[in-house]
């Protein structure tokens, strides 16, 4: 059921998935945006940042709402996904300071702040489009396998694979701990942009989207989320 894209490459879908953030931002101006870090939306911000300064698409009534960030950092560190989403994305954009959240992975009261981060969002009216990575173990956000259907902002432990996954990436010393959206807090966004590029990225695509739905894979559960989109390369697609 899902709405399947297959782009011809990195790049045709990093303009597939931009279209459809424009599109959501035009029709709707006050858009609140769920927003993900990792390779994968990268050519989708540097898209979303040409479409801003060619085109003149306007942020300036936009919220953003970040997935996760590790815990037990600053966000000055270059480590973080504050520090992430600043450099490849927000310092591009004429988007106010105060529409743009992350939880606060430097809070001393971790339920406090996991309260505060899903009060925030139902304060914004909720997410109307999540941009959606995938680990390569079905995680979404840094909800590992396992994690509950019923899950809202939580801390969360990193498995050993995602570490290693993000080290890549980030370079050393990666938290072993994050505060991410839970399973409910994503499902409850009302479209949900999933992207994928890459064969590391075949066969989790395929175990998310024609396996069962199956706590093992968390990204399965978004084949229950009625305004779920998908775009992935071919590479990405050869399993499905
Ligand atoms: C990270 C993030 C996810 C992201 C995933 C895939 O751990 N917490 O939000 O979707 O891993 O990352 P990448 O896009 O680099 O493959």
Redesign the pocket.
């Known amino acids: 059921h899902p709405e399947l894209i297959i782009a011809e490459d990195y790049q045709d879908l990093s303009r597939k998935a931009a279209l459809r953030v424009a599109e959501q931002i035009k029709k709707k101006p006050t858009t609140v945006l769920g927003l993900?870090?990792?390779?994968?939306?990268?050519g989708l911000y540097r898209e979303l940042i040409r479409l801003h300064q060619e085109e003149g698409l306007d942020f300036s009534r936009v919220k953003t709402f970040n997935?996760?960030e590790y815990y037990g950092i600053s966000p000055e560190d270059k480590r973080s996904?504050h520090y992430y989403m600043w450099e490849n994305l927000f310092k591009h954009l004429n988007i106010p300071r105060g529409n743009i959240h992350l939880p606060d992975g430097g809070a001393q009261d971790i339920e406090e702040e996991c309260r505060r981060y899903e009060e925030a969002i139902r304060e914004a009216g909720g997410i109307d489009l999540q941009v959606?990575?995938?680990?390569?173990n079905g995680?979404?956000?840094?909800n590992e396998p396992g994690t509950e259907w019923g899950s809202l902002t939580h801390l969360a432990k990193?498995t050993p694979e995602?570490i290693k996954?993000?080290e890549e990436?980030g370079g050393e010393g990666i938290p072993g701990f994050?505060l991410?959206m839970g399973i409910k807090t994503i499902m409850r966004a009302n479209r949900i942009l999933l992207?994928?590029y890459g064969e590391?990225?075949a066969s989790i695509i395929a175990r998310a989207l024609k396996g069962p739905v199956d706590k093992s894979v968390p990204a399965s559960i978004l084949q229950l989320h009625p305004g779920l989109v998908v775009i992935v390369d071919k590479e990405a697609a050869k399993f499905l």
């Open positions: 993900a870090t990792g390779k994968t939306p990268l997935l996760d996904f959606l990575g995938i680990g390569s995680h979404i956000g840094f990193l995602t996954d993000n990436e994050a991410t992207l994928a590391s990225k």
